[in-house]
């Protein structure tokens, strides 16, 4: 289920190698209620996301247009290579940024 989801995810980003992402990940941990197992209404699969779609599932009950995310806060490794000057700092991060997206 989504537990599982979320390890397999977790495992598969500390698994990236350093030619992926500039920093490898060191954790990725749930931040959703959800995830946490402490969610007042437990998540369920959304019937578009199956790997096999069921046409009566679609007929029998009404379907959101949208996903529920799941959010996770990841960890990366430090690095003392970041600028000191504010706006080198702002674009190297950004750089970063759109490079993990």
């Known amino acids: 289920g989504l537990q599982g989801a979320s390890e397999a995810l ?3 980003l500390r698994s990236l190698p350093a030619s992926v992402l500039p920093l490898p990940v060191t954790s ?3 931040s959703s209620a959800s995830l946490r197992g402490c969610a007042p209404l437990p998540a369920c699969p959304h019937a578009l996301a199956q790997p096999a779609l069921d046409p009566t599932l679609l007929a029998t009950r009404s379907v959101p247009k949208c996903i529920t995310p799941h959010t996770m806060v990841l960890s990366l490794e430090g690095s003392g290579k970041w600028p000191d ?4 700092f702002q674009r190297t991060k950004t750089a970063f940024l759109l490079s993990i997206a």
């Open 10 to 12: 977790s495992k598969h």
């Open 28 to 30: 990725a941990q749930s």
């Open 85 to 88: 000057d504010p706006q080198a």
